[in-house]
């Protein structure tokens, strides 16, 4: 989208704000104020996100703005605003949808530091947008903590104003593999989107699958506006292996799960890296759904906890309270960012960037969606993935063992 489609969703949304009306940024020289009235607030700390409500990424958008507004919600009523000191600031979000779209995302970023003039910057879901827009905030020396993207290569440019809770792509696949190999499974095959995040998980994958001994028989890529992959699919079935693990987004699930009811591809496992954690992934495919295999950052059966928000379970009550639908981990993370964001901003008693960079770098907690330790690039050294397998149309976490709430099956066999 170029200037005319920003412009066209600056009059569609009004600058489309979650909080309070638009206000100037917060001014930290007034003087401290201990009388807080119900609904009382000292001034606002403006967030900017762009947000996929449109596009190929559309699913997962609307759950990254659902984990925001989730934080949103709690920060400005149960919270009693963002904390400095002995004032109480009002959270607002500027949202804008970048129409899943690199290009979008940049320049709407761009108008969110530039013109709209946040304190911060939440993430857009996906890496492919992650990458442009940390790169307009780092740029900008604007602090960009985000919850949806995890591309490995987003953490080795050097930038100083970029953060993610999220574990790294190329261990998502590590958990299902390490089940899968423990159960019988030799042989793979690989085929992943070529984007960032894709990228990562199938190359990590494909080594991870090595690294247990396993034959890698053929890795196939596809491009991002793929809309079909019976290609693809029709090659895998020649070489009949145990396990397939497609890297790619929502839609991409959807294609590889229907291509393989459709041509009678069925190996004894099928890992897709996005999809299976949703909901709507088994009420859209129905049986072709069963027993597929999904990494997952984070579930509600989870046994993770914090101070804020309590445990998983906690947290996910709440989500369906405030939304009707049980969150995703896309959901989760997007609360979790903007959730250590926030407490960054808490201990540095300043919405000046670098002591809010310091206070985010000096983190070290636990939460209600895991561990949070970032090290020196951003990324979050201290929180491992976990996997689930859709089993009679409900999702059953089965690894780690510590925490499972079913077994995997395998093989998946011819359903």
């Known amino acids: 989208m170029g200037v005319s489609g920003v412009r066209r969703w600056s009059l569609a949304l009004a600058v489309a704000v979650v909080g309070v009306a638009a206000c100037a940024p917060v001014q930290h ?14 001034g606002t700390v403006r967030f900017g996100a762009t947000v996929s409500l449109t596009g190929k990424y559309s699913r997962e958008g609307r759950d990254t703005r659902l984990g925001y507004d989730t934080w949103l919600g709690w920060v400005n009523n149960d919270h009693g605003g963002i904390r400095l000191g002995d004032r109480r600031y009002r959270a607002e979000i500027v949202y804008y949808d ?88 030799r042989t793979v095959v690989v085929a992943h989107e070529d984007t960032e995040f894709p990228i990562d998980a199938g190359e990590g994958a494909v080594a991870h699958a090595r690294t247990l001994g396993m034959d890698v028989l053929a890795v196939e890529t596809y491009p991002r506006a793929v809309a079909d992959v019976s290609g693809i699919i029709a090659k895998f079935r020649t ?27 069925a190996p004894a496992a099928m890992v897709l890296t996005v999809g299976p954690t949703s909901p709507a992934f088994a009420d859209e495919l129905g049986t072709a759904a069963e027993l597929v295999i999904g990494p997952t950052q984070w579930e509600a059966s989870m046994d993770w906890r914090g101070r804020w ?21 896309q959901a ?15 201990r540095a008693g300043t919405t000046e960037a670098e002591a809010v960079r310091g206070a985010l770098m000096a983190l070290d907690m636990e939460t209600f969606y895991g561990p949070v330790d ?34 995997l099956i395998y093989p998946r066999g011819q359903l």
Not at 393 to 398: F, V, Y
Request: negative net charge.
């Open 309 to 329: 928000f309590g445990t998983s379970a906690d947290y996910a009550a709440r989500y369906s309270r405030d939304h009707g639908e049980a969150p995703t981990y």
């Open 98 to 185: 970048d129409e899943s779209n690199p290009g979008t995302a940049a320049a709407l970023t761009e108008r969110l530091v530039t013109r709209d003039n946040v304190d911060f910057l939440l993430g857009p879901y996906a890496s492919a947008l992650n990458a442009p827009a940390s790169a307009i905030a780092d740029r900008h020396q604007t602090i960009m903590v985000t919850g949806t993207a995890s591309a490995d290569s987003l953490f080795g440019r050097g930038f100083r104003h970029y953060f993610s809770v999220m574990t790294v792509a190329s261990r998502y696949a590590e958990p299902a593999l390490d089940a899968l190999a423990a159960a019988g499974a």
């Open 332 to 346: 989760a993370g997007s609360t979790a960012a903007a959730l250590v964001l926030q407490l960054a901003i808490e």
């Open 239 to 265: 070489l009949d292996p145990d396990a397939f693990i497609g890297a790619g987004y929502f839609g991409d699930a959807l294609l590889f799960a229907r291509a393989a009811q459709e041509q009678g591809f």
């Open 374 to 407: 970032f090290d020196r690039t951003g990324r979050n050294a201290a929180k491992l993935m976990g996997a689930v397998q859709i089993q009679q149309g409900g999702l059953e976490l089965i690894t780690p063992d510590e925490v499972a709430t079913g077994r």
């Open 29 to 42: 020289d007034t003087g401290p104020r201990t009388d807080h009235p119900a609904g009382s607030f000292d």
